[in-house]
Each structure stands twice: as structure tokens, then as C-alpha cells.
């Protein structure tokens, strides 16, 4: 049984350039997720999507914006981008309903912006 | 005052080692306690979880729960070099809208 799958592993982008990361869920999961991790930080929550409507949205700008599509999979969009967006974007999957603790997490797309 | 905070690292102890971390909190809304374990490159996964206070133990994991104090701890017995990984703590109110990770402390087991 497949867990979460995101791609790429790893990207490098410039300044100002604008960046598409991907997420498929686990099996029998709904509900997707984002977090961005700074090195040496924990996971701050982005957004979450369900039903392919953004259900909840953390303390980020508008840069930051999102899809889900039929199928459950998610895509992260990031605009405009900043050095202080180089980051791990993790993507976690979950049934609606369940609790947090019941996420599960992908190994994630490390972002690199110089 | 951040949300969620944890004990600075990083930690090195010997192999065989008692290890404990600990976090606090301010949001008395939490309910759900969970401790995740990061190894490099990987994304966080769940070693346990409680609700509300207590303890609970799973192997050589045991996790308190002190809500009166907004204070949390893992312990891990028997420290294995495999355990050298960051640690996270996580927690959330009652409907999980609220979901909230602490920095990590990193722990390194040497044989």
C-alpha cells in the first residue's frame, strides 16, 4: 500500500520564478494537507484542501495557493518566489474526520531559491 | 510566546541511555498529544499519541501528559543508535483544526 508520493524529491529555483510541487495521497484518503518545514524549524501548516475546496489556510501570503483534484491528488503553488521559501514542503494526507493524529505524511520536496 | 515550545538540542547520549523530551505549551484547547520522529530527509511519522492527560507506553516509548501544566515528555528507555533522529511534538484542540508542531530537539545515540 502506497503512503504519500510527492515529486519532485528536489528542486532549485531563482528569485522571482514560480514553482508547482505535487502530492498524491495515501489510499483511501480525502483530505491533503501542506506544511513547510524551515531547517531546523517544525512543520507550519499552509493549507488544507477537501472536496477540492481550500478548508483551512495557515498564516501565509497569497503567494501561496493550491489545487485538489478529483482523484484526492494536490498541488502546491508557490509565486514570486523569496530566498526565506527555501524550505522542505511536506505533504500530509488524511481521511475526513480523523483526528491529527491519524496524518500521514509524505517524505517531502525539498525547495532551494537562490 | 510561541504556541508550542521544546527543549533546545541538540542531545547526544550513549547508547543504552534514559532519553527525555519535553515540550510546553499555552493553548489549554488542546486535547491530542502526539510525538513524531524525523529522520533526515524523510517526513515526520507517529510514534504515539494521548488524549487529554495521562500516560502511555509503547515499548521502550512512554509519553506524559500533564495538562495542568501545559507539559509534555517522552520518554525513551534503552536508547538504540536507530533512535538518532529529530523529535517532534505535535498537538491539537478536540476537531483537529488546530494542529501545531514544537521546533524538534535533535538526539543522537552513539554506540
Known amino acids: 500500500d502506497a503512503g504519500v508520493t510527492q515529486s519532485p524529491t528536489h528542486l532549485i529555483k531563482t528569485r522571482g520564478q514560480q514553482v508547482t510541487l505535487r502530492c498524491s495521497p495515501k489510499?483511501?484518503?480525502?483530505?491533503v494537507s501542506w506544511y513547510q518545514q524551515a531547517l531546523g524549524q517544525g512543520p507550519q501548516f499552509i493549507f488544507q484542501?477537501?472536496?477540492?475546496?481550500?478548508?483551512q489556510r495557515g498564516n501565509f501570503p497569497d503567494r501561496f495557493s493550491g489545487h485538489q483534484f478529483p482523484n484526492y491528488s494536490s498541488e502546491l503553488n508557490v509565486n514570486a518566489l523569496l530566498l526565506g521559501d527555501s524550505a522542505l514542503y511536506l505533504c500530509a494526507s488524511s481521511w475526513t474526520g480523523t483526528e491529527a493524529y491519524g496524518y500521514t505524511f509524505g517524505s517531502g520536496t525539498r525547495l532551494t531559491v537562490v | 510566546q510561541k504556541e508550542v515550545e521544546q527543549d533546545p538540542g541538540p542531545l547526544s547520549v550513549p547508547e543504552g541511555a534514559i532519553v527525555s523530551l519535553n515540550c510546553t505549551y499555552s493553548n489549554s484547547a488542546f486535547q491530542y498529544f502526539m510525538w513524531y520522529r524525523q529522520y533526515s530527509r524523510k517526513g515526520p511519522e507517529l510514534l504515539m499519541y494521548t488524549y487529554s492527560s495521562g500516560n502511555k507506553e509503547d515499548g521502550r516509548f512512554t509519553a506524559q501528559v500533564d495538562k495542568s501544566s501545559k507539559y509534555i515528555s517522552l520518554f525513551i528507555r534503552d536508547s538504540q543508535p536507530s533512535d538518532s533522529a529529530t523529535y517532534l511534538c505535535?498537538?491539537?484542540?478536540?476537531?483537529?483544526?488546530?494542529?501545531?508542531f514544537g521546533p524538534g530537539t535533535r538526539l543522537s545515540v552513539l554506540p
Open positions: 484542501y477537501y472536496e477540492e475546496e481550500e478548508r
Open positions: 505535535a498537538m491539537s484542540d478536540d476537531y483537529g483544526q488546530n494542529f501545531v
Open positions: 489510499s483511501g484518503h480525502d483530505t
